[in-house]
């Protein structure tokens, strides 16, 4: 039985649940290969399957990490 296809806006919606929570807080490498600059966003999925360590990355999903990942600085 094949996948049930989803809709443009419902997957823009798993992408940015994927790629919404982390940036590569440094230069990350995967298995010797340069797979993140610092700054990319990470897939979440990379993180809780321990691809990328957890050190390696920041979470955007903060009010302080939000103003990183808009380049902006917040305080408070």
Known sequence: MADTPITAAQFR???GDEYGQYVAAQT????GARAFNEGDPVPASHVTRGVV????????TTKAGKALA???????
């Not at 360590?53 to 955007?60: F, L, P, Q, R, T």
């Not at 808009?70 to 408070?76: C, H």
């Open 13 to 15: 919606e798993v992408q």
């Open 28 to 31: 990350i490498f995967v298995d």
């Open 53 to 60: 360590a957890e050190d390696e990355v920041k979470s955007i």
């Open 70 to 76: 808009a380049g902006t600085t917040e305080k408070g």
